[in-house]
């Protein structure tokens, strides 16, 4: 299943500058537009992963994984 996240972009003199907004500390900055975008997408991933391997390993053994909707 997709996950979709909102980001917030902006020019900035001769870069671009851009906010998941849902996940503290996913920032970016590159020269286009374009770049940025998948510079984004990629550092959401990454942040996702590290969080869920955190997560599990906090719990320990024993954890159930579930799934919750908002």
Known sequence: MEQKYNVVVKRS?????????????VNCQERTRKA???????????????NRTEARRAAGKGLQELT???
Request: aromatic share 10%; net charge negative.
């Open 68 to 70: 919750i909707a908002v």
């Open 13 to 25: 003199g001769k870069w671009w500058i851009g906010w998941v907004e849902e996940v503290p500390g």
């Open 36 to 50: 940025l975008l998948e510079t984004l997408r990629i550092t959401l991933e990454e942040a996702i992963k590290l």
